[in-house]
């Protein structure tokens, strides 16, 4: 099996892939790094350790996929309120975001875990449930590239659980034959085709599962190489966020987008007003659009940069121009970003928790 740092990775042609074989080789080799995946969209990482998998993980919004994981979880664990799954975004996503960070969404549940929000137990299922989810989407690829990476972040972190890749397999598979009815993944191999059983048994290792395992007392310490941004306490429990908009129906969605304990909306409908307003609340974060009568977006944008309250304060503008020149307007006046509308709720949460910091 081929193998690299986490760094290199030349570019080859796609290949063929019997990813069922792969996974039982690596297995029955009680085989350590990270197995690293990837077709032309996305990349998948499999931690191992002796041939069982610590976390997994895919690069396709894997921050989203926390979230909702999180959210679940929190019917029944009170401590993962809606400040601290935002809290989250904000102190790891970035880094994610700037490829810095192969396992960021693994560093979030070892900071939740740090801060006391979860249990290494409550973390142990967290990895599983994600772990299982990402080997559900890999299963199906027919054509891509593999690696054995042989370093990584993910090495200075401690471990909640070893999964048995067999059990996890074979999980996968019955939750596909459960599901006539849904239609296969592009490129997905039927369960009669090469490689969809293990070639060889594979006998299950000691400690395989999450519910037997007993978490180690490693511990996380501050400033650690590769560990979480440790001892961070949750700088606020509610962002304001103020809206300014002519449009009830805009200020409308972005209400409901933002409907949640993690955010106080300021809604406001004359942008004459808006300035007073603003100067009053102090917002975190500033949404404005664009075309608004008596007092443009990019007027006002002008007259908040002059103020020294909000020279620092992100301000993003909103607008259904895509032009070049508007982009060019925006920067010129000292905007954050830009959002286009029509905008979708994961559109506006992505930019409102890359500046939210």
């Not at 490829?99 to 969404?105: A, I, K, L, M």
């Not at 090469?194 to 007993?214: E, V, Y």
């Not at 304990?261 to 808006?274: C, D, M, T, W, Y």
């Not at 307003?277 to 002008?302: A, F, H």
Request: with cysteine; aromatic share 8%.
């Amino acid at each position: 099996m081929r193998t690299s740092d986490m760094t290199s990775y030349p570019y080859r042609s796609p290949q063929e892939l019997h990813l069922l074989s792969i996974l039982a080789q690596v297995a029955s080799r009680q085989t350590s790094g990270c197995l690293r995946v990837t077709d032309t969209t996305n990349v998948w990482l499999l931690y191992l350790e002796r041939g069982q998998l610590v976390y997994a993980s895919n690069s396709l919004d894997p921050f989203g996929r926390l979230d909702q994981h999180l959210r679940r979880l929190s019917a029944t664990v009170p401590s993962l309120a809606s400040p601290v799954r935002v809290q989250v975004r904000l102190l790891f996503e970035k880094s994610f975001e700037l490829g810095v960070g192969q396992f960021s969404d693994y560093e979030a549940i070892c900071w939740l875990v740090e801060q006391q929000y979860l249990t290494p137990e409550q973390a142990a299922r967290l990895v599983g449930a994600i772990a299982q989810e990402s080997l559900e989407t890999l299963l199906p690829l027919q054509f891509g590239n593999y690696d054995l990476l042989t370093e990584g972040r993910l090495a200075h972190l401690p471990r909640f659980c070893h999964l048995e890749l067999r059990s996890l397999v074979e999980a996968c598979q019955v939750r596909r034959i459960r599901q006539p009815m849904s239609r296969p993944s592009k490129g997905a191999q039927p369960l009669s085709a090469r490689g969809a059983r293990f070639q060889r048994p594979i006998a299950p290792l000691p400690n395989s599962s999450a519910q037997n395992f007993k978490p180690p007392v490693t511990k996380v310490e501050a400033g650690e190489a590769g560990s979480p941004s440790s001892g961070l306490p949750l700088q606020k429990t509610t962002y304001t966020v103020a809206c300014i908009d002519d449009s009830p129906t805009v200020l409308n969605a972005i209400e409901a987008f933002l409907d949640d304990n993690a955010f106080k909306v300021l809604r406001i409908e004359n942008p004459v007003s808006a300035l007073m307003q603003i100067i009053r609340n102090k917002p975190d974060l500033i949404l404005l659009d664009v075309t608004m009568p008596n007092l443009d977006g990019y007027e006002l944008c002008s007259l908040l940069r002059r103020h020294p309250l909000f020279k620092q304060t992100p301000i993003i503008m909103v607008t259904g121009n895509t032009g070049l020149i508007d982009r060019a307007k925006a920067k010129l006046v000292g905007s954050s970003g830009y959002l286009t509308k029509p905008f979708t709720q994961p559109d506006l949460l992505k930019i409102v928790f890359k500046h939210l910091q």
